[in-house]
Nanobody, 124 residues
Framework: QVQLTESGGGLVQAGGSLRLSCAAS????????MGWFRQAPGKEREFAAA????????KYADSVKGRFTISRDDAKNMVYLQMNSLEPEDTAVYYC?????????????????WGQGTQVTVSS
């Protein structure tokens, strides 16, 4: 069993920054991909960013590319999402997730474990 706990969400003005953190524990194993997804009110959960087990390969949704940066620290079992130049459209609950596969994928169906989410609200 894998447990994921997100933190770092909050209220920020447009143009501001936030750094989300995700702590992983349990039977994670090796060679897994970590991802961040988000879900706005009334919308489906969508992919935001993912990072390979090595940290060398990253993938971003077009809507966040150039503004968000995903990183991981396996020594601490942590994954981060640095969010800059935030826009009101980034308002959502943000979830971290684990894909047991080695390939960096954006489809949420590949992610087996999910955290409870952290709310990010961007005011205009």
């Amino acid at each position: 069993q894998v447990q994921l706990t997100e933190s770092g969400g909050g209220l920020v003005q447009a143009g501001g920054s936030l750094r989300l953190s995700c702590a992983a524990s349990g039977r994670i194993g090796n060679g897994y991909t970590m991802g961040w997804f988000r879900q706005a009110p009334g919308k489906e959960r969508e992919f935001a960013a993912a990072i390979s087990w090595s940290g060398r390969i990253t993938k971003y949704a077009d809507s966040v590319k150039g503004r968000f940066t995903i990183s991981r620290d396996d020594a601490k079992n942590m994954v981060y999402l640095q969010m800059n130049s935030l826009e009101p459209e980034d308002t959502a609950v943000y979830y971290c997730a684990v894909d047991p596969g080695w390939e960096v994928r954006a489809d949420r169906k590949n992610y087996d474990f999910w955290g409870q989410g952290t709310q990010v609200t961007v005011s205009s």
